[in-house]
């Protein structure tokens, strides 16, 4: 089942990070597997937003034990002040 993914950092995110961890995964021109969406962007108290679409929470979980995690930690950046996982009843592009 697809699921929207939305983690919001308070601190510890900045557009600058978010490219920095991008480009060591090889992702600038592309999205992980299993990520169908993926929208990022500066939240309106300075705060940073990712908002996903993603095939399955295990495909996710798998991205960031494999990928993100070990990127974010080499990189620096900081966890997510919170992750919001809400599993998708329609899933539905233009």
């Not at 601190?11 to 999205?31: P, S």
């Not at 500066?42 to 095939?55: K, L, M, R, Y």
Request: aromatic share 10%.
């Amino acid at each position: 089942m697809s699921v929207v993914i939305v983690s919001k950092w308070d601190e510890g995110m900045d557009v600058e990070k978010y490219w920095a961890a991008t480009d060591a995964m090889g992702l600038r021109e592309k999205l992980p597997e299993g990520c169908e969406y993926h929208m990022a962007g500066e939240g309106p108290d300075e705060g940073f937003v990712i908002s996903e679409v993603w095939t399955s929470p295990d495909v996710f979980n798998t991205f960031v034990e494999t990928k993100l995690g070990p990127t974010s930690e080499k990189l620096g950046i900081s966890p997510p002040s919170s992750v919001t996982v809400v599993p998708l009843i329609r899933h539905f592009g233009l």
